[in-house]
T-cell receptor
Framework: DADVTQTPRNRITKTGKRIMLECSQTKGHDRMYWYRQDPGLGLRLIYYSFDVKDINKGEISDGYSVSRQAQAKFSLSLESAIPNQTALYFC??????????????FGPGTRLTVL | QQQVKQSPQSLIVQKGGISIINCAYENTAFDYFPWYQQFPGKGPALLIAIRPDVSEKKEGRFTISFNKSAKQFSLHIMDSQPGDSATYFCAASMSFGNEKLTFGTGTRLTIIP
């Protein structure tokens, strides 16, 4: 089945460390997104990419960077992790097309803990 | 600035009852309103969605009611079942141009026997 996968699924790290979260998809979708989920705050968009050469900041991009290595791969980096970046991180994809539903397909998530 | 406000934060409903979750939006350019369902340990998945040209959309036990003038929409789950226990997120976006979703803060729904 076409899918969205995230690695690692769980990660514990220390303050100041560099962390990379990876997302791969076999859906053939052009658009990819990174969200973080915090209790009571819902899903907040960190970065999004509408194609390999297009990278856009979301509402909470400070402290994060991304790389779109290929249509199927979108990585999120925390250059110097801090405790308030402890959260559940989700990658999502969607298909391009005016007039089509903007359904996003989410990966299983990465639980990141920064000590 | 929160553009989509969701309530309640948590909800407990008896089996067989009606679960109602409400959302309000601010940006009048939004014209696509989906609801996502998330089970523990899983990513959110699209449940049902509506566009503002209709006031109601029904899929099985799930119904979205939409009030354009009030800028509000709600999810109704009829005959709620324990398997409906999950976190529900409303969202909004513009269909054309920048199509990124703006999510509400989520509602944790628990259906008790």
């Amino acid at each position: 089945d076409a899918d969205v996968t995230q690695t690692p699924r769980n990660r514990i790290t220390k303050t100041g460390k560099r962390i990379m979260l990876e997302c791969s998809q076999t859906k053939g979708h052009d658009r990819m997104y990174w969200y973080r989920q915090d209790p009571g705050l819902g899903l907040r968009l960190i970065y999004y990419s509408f194609d390999v050469k297009d990278i856009n900041k979301g509402e909470i991009s400070d402290g994060y960077s991304v790389s779109r290595q290929a249509q199927a791969k979108f990585s999120l980096s925390l250059e110097s992790a801090i405790p308030n970046q402890t959260a559940l991180y989700f990658c999502a994809t969607s298909v391009v097309g005016q007039g089509r539903n903007n359904e996003q397909f989410f990966g299983p998530g990465t639980r990141l803990t920064v000590l | 600035q929160q553009q989509v406000k969701q309530s309640p934060q948590s909800l407990i409903v008896q089996k067989g009852g009606i679960s109602i979750i409400n959302c309000a939006y601010e940006n009048t350019a939004f014209d696509y309103f989906p609801w996502y369902q998330q089970f523990p340990g899983k990513g959110p998945a699209l449940l049902i969605a509506i566009r503002p040209d209709v006031s109601e959309k029904k899929e099985g036990r799930f119904t979205i009611s939409f009030n354009k003038s009030a800028k509000q929409f709600s999810l109704h789950i009829m005959d709620s079942q324990p398997g409906d226990s999950a976190t529900y997120f409303c969202a909004a976006s513009m269909s054309f141009g920048n199509e990124k979703l703006t999510f509400g803060t989520g509602t944790r729904l628990t259906i008790i026997p």
